[in-house]
Structure formats: structure tokens, C-alpha cells
């Protein structure tokens, strides 16, 4: 049986004994329901393939799928020439690629996004001047960057960094600014009593109380710089799982697509795992 | 870092003060003397205009007339010397119990060991020893009040400003807090100004009470509190303070 303890402390005495006093809770993990699904899914997927109501070219066998993933990671390398995205045993490569590609964007759009961000929740005069061209801006869809970031960066890698970097930008910015301003007026009135001086107020104040916002807007820009990889690779890069997918497309693979999918999933989740893990004890105090 | 002021100057001098919020008058020509160390309780009943006074007081709210002198000193904005505690209390969230206390030490810049020494007094001082490390959700009530109240002394203010400090708490829980604050006030030379609707916290904490008048507010009368500082649970059975609370209470319900 899966079960987990949490220590709770206790609340509503003023003795000063009692209170605090951790006390046991047994709490049974439910997680496991989160494998269920995908696991009833890929059942139907191998049932329906094994009586041939699906399957062909449209939707391969899940054990082909699995085929080429193993490929993918562990196969042989062939020397490909020069413009022909390689396949088998590239897997590590094109994850790799996508990973810094996406990484590196997303340090420049959580850079920007806290700075404006923060700018715009501790400016009044900040938000009125740049709010109507944010939020005109934010609506623009990502596919109508593309042309002009073509045109701009050329075909590849500036493309999909700056595509990503927009992706990414929006949550992040949106997040700060609205945790910023939420900023209860009785923790700025405290920090001012007990001596805060104003050019450290965001530092001491507005930063820690929003952080809660701040997370879930660093997540979400994660989650969207990882989703934008795909499309900033249809630019034309060279490495990277959204190239592999590209030339599996030309060359009608679609277990290698369904395997470049699978990718994105698992590493989108572990990524989010990890980012979740690491904000966890920032945002400790908020968590009910 | 400021030094203290002297002890006699740890007094509070509020002259002529009026305060309107557009055509509402709240405040019309309060004045208050509270002498260096003395406990002074303002009561009036809800709405009359107790908070927005307190406000004032504290540099929070600019009055539109009349001045505001806290250990010498006028008035100009919120300031370390004058700390308020309110009924929500001011800890932040996000900081452990020890960090509370430490913060208005830290930023006027006093060393790591000062505020450690700081701190571990008050922690003692407010029986919270054992919570150093605690979260602010992680108190009970009258705990994160006790907390509050330490983490503006932690500054040494000569004045505190207490504004309906035990007023989200349950009767029993207030009257402990009652006791532990009169305890904690003996030790120092702090003047404290508390604004309440509570008869018996006035009677309880204070050596003069100020009634204030229905809105626009003005002290209509000032009484000595006769009981000596060691006052408790025991001191609100006493026929006296039975009189006094309901010569009190008729003097606020008729003003």
C-alpha cells in the first residue's frame, strides 16, 4: 500500500505547549491513479492494433512505436548527408538541442518578464504607459511571428530562440505583474514602519509576496518555452526532436513523429517536475 | 542607527488634530498628552474614528490640521521609533518566526549577533521559544499576536501604537494576552497608545482613558485608571472595577 506521513502543526491553542506540537496524519498516495489512464489508453491502442481495426501506415502498433524510440536512442548512428536530419541513435543529440535551445530562451523571457514585469506592478505610471501595447502584443498568436522572425533572424536558430522567447515571455510577465500589485497594502505598510526604505521595498517586499504568482507564472512559461520548441524548430534548424519530427513528416514516418511526441511529453514533465521541486520551498509559506 | 531617545522623552503630544476623508469629518481637534512610560487607552465605540486616529499617529495618514509629536519629534510618515500593531497583525508570511522579529533590526542595520540577542530575548519575552522557526500560519491567534506585538518592540520603539491589538480573539485568549502585555510593558520604559471598543481592555491596560465622541471625534473626557499595575483576570471581579466599567460604558453609550 502506498501511503505517505505528513507532520501537521497544530492550530488554535495559546498555551504555547500544545500548540505546534506536530502530530501524525496518515494520508494514502493516490498517485498511482495518474499512471491509469495512460495505461488503459496504451492497452486500447495495442488491443485495437493487434485486431487490425487501427494500425497501417496512419497509426502504427504501439510496439513499433517502442521499436523506433530504442532506435532513437540507442541505435546506430549512419553518416547522413550534409542537410538530412539522422534518426537512429540521435536521440541524446536532438534532446539535448532542443533542451538548451529552449532553456536558453527561457532565462532571457523569465530575465525580461521579472524586470518588466515587476516594473509594471511598482510603476503606476509604468503600467499605464506600457499595458495597451502589452496586452495588444500578448494577443498576436505565435504562428504570426513567424514570417517577420524569419525575416528578421533568418532560417534556424535565431528563428527559434526568438520564437520560443516569445512564447515564454507572456506567463512570466503577466504573472509578476499581477502578483506584484496584489501586494496586501498591510505587509507594505509593516516593511515601512519597521524601516524599509523604498528602493528596497521590492527586494524586501513586493519580490517574496508575489513569489507565489511568480511560480506558477514560471511554470506555465516553461511549459509554452517547451511546446514553442517545436514550432521554432520548423524553422529550419538542424538538430533538435522538432527537426527530427520534421523530416520523419517528409519522409511519412509516423511512429519516428509519434516517438519525437512522446519526447516532448516526457520531457516537458519532467522539466516541470524539476522546476517544481527546486520553486517548492520559496513559495513553503503559501501552500495550505 | 538612531540612538534611543531619553526616557523623558518618550512621550506623545497630539495637538488640535483634524482629518476628514472628503466631506466626511472623522477626526475634529483631538488632544492627547501621553506622558513618557504611561499606558493610555483611547475607547469609542466602532466607527467613531479610533483606527483613522491611530493612522495618524503612526505617519500612515497626513492630518488636514493640528500636529503629531512622538518623542519630541513631529510626525511626517510610518517610522521604526513608533511601531503599530493591528488587529491583523503585521507578520510577514513568508518569513519565519525568527526572521519577523529580526527584520526591523536587520534593516537598521545592527550586526548578526545584535539581532540574534534581540530576538532570543523576545522570544522568550513572548513565550515563543519553542517557534523560532515557525511560519506565521503555523501560530495559533493570540501566538501571531504576541509575535506581532514583538516584532515592532524588537526596534525598541519609545512609542507603541496598538489598535484593537486582541480584537480577532476569543474572550479567554484576550484576557491571557491582557495579562502578558501588562507583564511585557512593566519590564520597559515603552509608552503605549491603544485604541480600543473594549471597556475592559482599557480598564485592564491602561493608566488613563481618553472617551472618544461619535463621529467627527474628540476627546470628551480623560479618567485616571485607579488600580495598581498589577492588574489580571482577578481585577475584572472587583466591585470597583465594576462600577468604573459601567460608568464607562454609559459615559461612551451616551457620547
Known sequence: MSSTLTENLTKGTDDGAAAGRPTLRIRRSRKWLGVLVPAVLFALWAGLSGTGVVGGTLLPPPWEVLQSAVEFFTGEQLLTLPGVVPFAGAGPEHVAASLWRCLVSYAAAVAVGLSVGLALGLSRLFADLLDPVLNGLRAVPLYAWLPISLIWFGLGEGAARALIFIGALWPVLIATADGVGRVPSAHIEAARMLGVPRRRMWRRVYLPSALPEIVTGLRLSLTLAWMCVIVGELTGTATGVGAMMNAARESGRIDQIIVGMLVFAVVGFVADLVLRLVTRPWIRWSVT | MTAAPPAELRDVRVTGLRKSF?????????????????????????????????????????????????????VTGPSPSHGMVSQSGSLFPWLTLRDNLGFGPKESGRTKDEVDQIVDELLVATGLDGFAGALPRE??????????????LANRPPVLLLDEPFGALDAQTRLRMHEWLRSLLAGRDTTCLIVTHDVDEALLLADRVGLLSARPATVVEELVVPFGRDRGRRTLTEPEFVRLKAEVLERVLIG
Open chain 2, 22 to 74: 472628503g466631506d466626511l469629518r472623522v477626526l475634529d481637534g483631538i488632544d492627547i498628552t501621553v506622558q513618557p512610560g504611561e499606558s493610555y487607552a483611547v475607547l469609542g465605540s466602532s466607527g467613531c474614528g479610533k483606527s483613522t486616529l491611530l493612522r495618524v499617529l503612526a505617519g500612515f495618514e497626513q492630518a488636514d490640521a493640528g500636529t503629531v509629536r512622538i518623542a519630541g519629534e513631529e
Open chain 2, 139 to 152: 501560530l495559533s491567534g493570540g501566538m501571531g499576536q504576541r509575535a506581532a506585538i514583538a516584532q515592532v
